[in-house]
């Protein structure tokens, strides 16, 4: 589930370069049309909303590198959500891990919806990961999450550095509660440091393997007319990034994009969160794996209702040799922490692209 940015440094000297700003707007398409775009996608449920208007919604969930790894098949009171392999990402996620903790995001959030418009229901995890949302027509029950699911976003920025109140702290373990799941809340300077380290180590092994760099480069969106035209993959400037057509992009990527740079960035978001989250299962099964996709969505919601910001921060934990130290540190020993995410008070950036639920639907 980690978003990358690149280093850009010259870009100024890039941007003009070639044919103008005409050419370089033809070539890129424009923010004020990407944001319109962006705005469509989150609007806000109508009064009994169809199950197609239910899905875009559910589609909003974080996912790995924005693959958005789903299908969805509908009949009359049930629907199923499941694995779109063609869209998994096997260097990163080598064992389908995090597809399915983005399947069990994407449950929880289409889970949220209904309860919240008049369709409740219960979730249903089959033994190879499918998942069943079975549901009956009934009276709306507002989740306090609900309002949360489209301001929702993955904030690859600096924070601020404020603690969280312990209320508020609180308040996120509460409503991030998942049976099957351990959410450890790490604010003390020293674990944080920690695991800040075993981040960098862990972007030094991926940033030496070429696949990992090929695979990653594959999902980058340079800007907002790539981003429009695939609806998917990763937002130079949701992630903070400038806006290059797609040649100076790849060659900026080429350039730039290296692992010294991105450690002091991922040092520095680090050091500026107020703190971090590790979700845990209880064993390293598909079905444990959507149970810590749901618990972190939740966990996102109620961050993002607290006026919170958080992103994931997952090297460590998709480098094998580093999860026991991981484990250790939030003590659970001997089980698989699943995900790290930061979370603190910092700025929004833009949302991230989603495809047309006509696309997603079988």
Not at 254 to 263: P, Q
Not at 285 to 290: G, I, M, Q, T
């Amino acid at each position: 589930m980690n978003r990358r940015g690149f280093i850009a440094g010259t870009t100024s000297q890039l941007a003009f370069s070639g044919a103008g700003a005409i050419g370089w707007r033809g070539a890129t398409g424009s923010m004020e049309y990407y944001a319109r775009y962006s705005e469509n996608l989150r609007k806000k449920l109508p009064v009994g909303p169809s199950l197609r208007d239910l899905i875009r919604y559910a589609t909003l969930a974080p996912n790995g590198h924005n693959t958005q790894p789903w299908y969805f098949a509908v009949d009359d009171n049930a629907i199923d959500i499941l694995p779109d392999l063609t869209r998994a990402t096997p260097v990163v996620d080598p064992d389908g891990h995090h597809l399915f903790v983005s399947l069990g995001c994407l449950a929880e959030t289409l889970r949220i919806a209904a309860f919240s418009t008049g369709r409740p229901g219960e979730i249903e995890v089959r033994e190879d990961g499918a998942i069943r949302y079975a549901f009956n027509e009934g009276i709306p029950r507002m989740d306090p999450l609900f309002a949360a699911i489209p301001m929702r976003q993955s904030t690859r920025a600096d924070f601020d550095g404020r603690p969280v109140p312990a209320a508020d702290l609180e308040a996120l373990t509460s409503a991030s509660a998942i049976p099957g799941v351990d959410l450890a809340l790490v604010t003390d300077r020293p674990r944080i440091d920690r695991i800040r380290d075993l981040a960098v180590a862990g972007n030094d092994t991926q940033m030496a393997d070429a696949a990992f760099m090929a695979e990653l480069k594959h999902w980058l969106r340079f800007n907002p007319k790539a981003a429009m035209a695939t609806g998917d993959g990763l937002f130079a400037p949701a992630s903070g990034n400038p806006i290059l057509p797609d040649a100076l992009g790849r060659l900026a990527f080429e350039t730039f994009f290296t692992a010294k740079a991105e450690n002091r960035k991922y040092a520095r978001q680090i050091d500026s969160s107020s703190g971090l989250a590790v979700f845990t299962g209880e064993t390293a099964d598909r079905e444990h794996w959507v149970a810590v996709g749901r618990c972190c969505q939740r966990f996102a919601l109620a961050a993002t209702s607290l006026g919170l910001r958080c992103s994931f921060v997952n090297q460590p934990i998709e480098v094998a040799r580093l999860r026991a130290e991981v484990a250790a540190i939030v003590g659970a020993s001997g089980k698989r922490p699943d995900l790290v995410m930061r979370f603190g008070y910092g700025p929004r950036l833009p949302h991230s692209p989603r495809r047309s639920v006509e696309s997603v639907i079988a």
